[in-house]
């Protein structure tokens, strides 16, 4: 055997062991967590990885900044079919978060549309598990079915807070990726390789090909 023949056995096994690892560890998690520092760019992550996933059915929401002169007054909640709603802005009465007024109406719509598992659903995407979102008791009941079954789920998570938030991060099934600023631009890549992995394990275990 040459050595170039060597070198290309070598890569060649690396690889395979670690589409092993993947599948192995997607086997058993099915839900990866995003967290990090407020605007690191959790959620420029999530919508990178639902835009290269044609063809997959997804769900969820996603929050943008609302800016009015430079500054921030709030948040809106926008799903994956282009629908909007905000959901806390600085003008708003109600439960507070920081100098904002949440909505909790909003989210319980977005727990009841969006959240709900659905066997055609392929993958399940939240922007974020926080302080707003869980004072929505529909958003956590909802979560919580997902977190305890066996569906796909992408979630941003608050790098900080209690109740809900922390036992998210220890659900069964559950991995925690932190996202820096260091590596948010080579994340999509990784999450999608994640998800496909999970989505195969899944399949094989149920009996099915190769769904990709």
Known sequence: MTGRDSTIKSVRSQAEHQHRDAMLNSSTRHVLLLTGRPGVGKTVVVRKVAASLPGWQLAGFYTEEIRVAGQRQGFR???????????AHADFRGPQVGKYGVDVSVIDQLADAELNLHPEV??????????????SQRFITAMRELLNSRALVLATIAQRGGGFIEKAKQAKGAELLEVTRENRDELPERVLAWLRAARQSAFIVRGHDNPL
């Open 77 to 87: 909640a926008v799903t994956f079919d282009g629908s909007e709603r905000i959901m």
């Open 122 to 135: 392929n993958l399940y995407l939240v922007d974020e598990i926080g302080k707003m979102e869980s004072l």
